[in-house]
């Protein structure tokens, strides 16, 4: 017996804490070496956490794994003490195992509320054109949203879209691996980050373009709701009498429904407007039901007329260009929203006859068609207005005067014999990602510019 443990030994309280640290010690043995393997083998993130903190190298490593292990160390050590003081305790044994948990589950609550409690931070927007003093802990981008800064977001912040950049100036932490397929090498190297995944630690400095101090919060009255199909319904939205919303047609708002049924917390999704800039005390938008979707769920089985609810905007890039060029516009289901908006913005300004416009619209049969007698009216009113409805499976026995076959093959016939590909061409689409995908491959083949090509992928 060492001198050490002889003197733990004829010393009780002790005997615990040596009992604790020596089991604790080998498992920091193992815990380091998992780490140190995972590291070799390129595994660089345990729970989506990075293992080695940004700017090590692989000498570096080796310090880590040990630095970690220490913190699960000293946890172990004090977890197997409390273990074995319950197992001297008067508790009788069938309760052991419960005050082992409880003793856990307090340990978990107040690292906890240790590890998340991060004061007081400062975040500064373009360079101390806004200074907000704000709770450390919680997501850049929620937290910018409470003090009425909002930035793009399309997924509500769960770190699928991509849309929530920002520029930042100062250190926030490791880049997540959630980030990554969002973020070109570029934009890594300019220290772009997606604001829902950097969580607020210390005072921050961050980039925003400017016209975002400009974005607003509205609650929104809904007007009305109207059936446009078996899944898609118009929503109208009056803003409060004192405000109105100026904006770029093509540009969409995040909507935001309140917890309802088994959702606990807000969610928000982006809705194209397809109302005109003219209307600025309205907001109308055409929402597509998505089975199993929190947003389109509830717009489809909960919202009410006469109910209010929070919209924010205008976002997004997916406008008009002001160019003379041919537009080549391609949509499906929803992806007519941003259409309705940039037609009928060019017939109340009287610019739909100044430039070349092809609108194809594709649906699968005739009951997913529609506005079709606005459309095809405006294509006999306007000479340079061409529109184009294809279904790709029309039902048997049914009078359909329009194309049949997929969107892309109808387009890809329409290039070959009536749009003029001397002139220059723009091309916009709206509609599922696999839709979009198929159209860029059409216009490419057709020699379309892929920079000459907008989009918003639903
Ligand atoms: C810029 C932009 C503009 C948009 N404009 C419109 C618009 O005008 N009208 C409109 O209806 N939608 C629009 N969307 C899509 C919208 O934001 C939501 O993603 C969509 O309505 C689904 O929301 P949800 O909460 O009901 O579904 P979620 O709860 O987000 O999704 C539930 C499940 O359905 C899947 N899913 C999500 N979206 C789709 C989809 N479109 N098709 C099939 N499966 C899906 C998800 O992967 C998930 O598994 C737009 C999206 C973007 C990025
Ligand atoms: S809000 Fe969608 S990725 Fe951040």
């Known amino acids: 017996m060492g001198r050490a443990e002889a003197f733990a030994l004829s010393n009780p309280p002790l005997l615990s804490f040596w009992d604790g640290a020596t089991s604790g010690f080998g498992y920091m043995t193992v815990l380091m070496v998992i780490a140190i393997i995972r590291e070799l083998l390129g595994f660089g993130t345990l729970l989506g956490y990075p293992i080695v903190p940004e700017g090590f190298t692989p000498w570096t490593i080796m310090v880590t794994p040990p630095r970690s292990g220490i913190g699960w160390w000293m946890a172990i050590v004090l977890l197997a003490a409390m273990r074995k003081k319950i197992e001297k305790s008067p508790i009788p044994e069938t309760l052991q195992g419960t005050a082992i948990s409880s003793v856990l589950a307090a340990l978990i609550y107040i690292t906890d509320?240790?590890?998340?409690?991060?004061?007081e931070v400062n975040i500064s927007i373009n360079n101390g054109k806004k200074d907000l003093l704000v709770k450390g802990g919680s997501p850049l981008l929620a937290t910018l949203a409470n003090e009425k800064v909002f930035l793009p977001s399309a997924c509500g912040g769960?770190?699928?879209?991509?849309?929530?950049k920002v520029k930042t100036l100062s250190d926030v932490g490791p880049v997540m691996p959630t980030e990554i397929p969002y973020l070109s090498p570029a934009e890594l190297n300019d220290s772009i980050r997606l604001a829902c995944q950097v969580k607020l630690k210390k005072d921050i400095s961050i980039q925003i373009p400017e016209e975002l101090f400009n974005i607003q919060q509205y609650r929104a009255r809904v007007e009305k709701i109207n059936d446009v199909t078996h899944d898609i319904k118009e929503v109208h939205l009056a803003l409060p009498e004192s405000m109105t919303i100026s904006f770029k047609t093509g540009q969409y708002v995040q909507f935001e429904v309140p917890p309802y049924r088994k959702i606990k917390?807000?969610?928000?999704?982006?809705?194209?407007?397809?109302?005109?800039?003219?209307?600025n005390n309205k907001v109308e938008l055409l929402i597509r039901l998505v089975?199993?979707?929190?947003?389109?769920t509830y717009v489809h089985e909960v919202l009410q007329e006469g109910q209010e609810i929070n919209v924010t905007g205008p976002f997004g890039d997916f406008y008009v260009r002001d160019t003379d060029a041919?537009?080549?516009?391609?949509?499906g289901g929803s992806g007519m929203a941003p259409f309705k908006s940039i037609f009928k913005n060019m017939i109340t300004t009287g610019t739909i006859n100044d430039r070349v416009i092809w609108y194809f619209f594709g649906a699968k049969t005739s009951i997913d068609m529609y506005y079709l007698d606005w459309l095809y009216a405006l294509d006999e009113k306007y000479p340079n207005f061409h529109f184009v409805a294809a279904l790709s499976e029309p039902e048997e026995g049914t009078k359909w005067r329009g194309a049949t076959g997929l969107i892309t093959e109808v387009m890809d016939q329409y290039f070959q014999a009536s749009i003029n590909k001397d002139f220059p061409l723009e091309g916009y689409l709206c509609g599922s990602p696999g839709m979009l995908d198929a159209c860029m491959d059409v216009m490419k083949k057709n020699n379309m510019q892929e920079d000459k090509?907008?989009?918003?992928?639903?």
Do not use: Q
């Open 291 to 296: 089975p199993g979707g929190i947003v389109t």
């Open 453 to 458: 090509i907008y989009f918003d992928k639903f």
């Open 158 to 164: 769960k770190g699928t879209c991509g849309a929530c």
């Open 326 to 331: 041919t537009m080549i516009c391609v949509a």
């Open 265 to 279: 917390t807000p969610t928000f999704r982006a809705y194209s407007m397809a109302s005109e800039p003219a209307e």
């Open 113 to 119: 509320l240790i590890a998340n409690n991060y004061g």
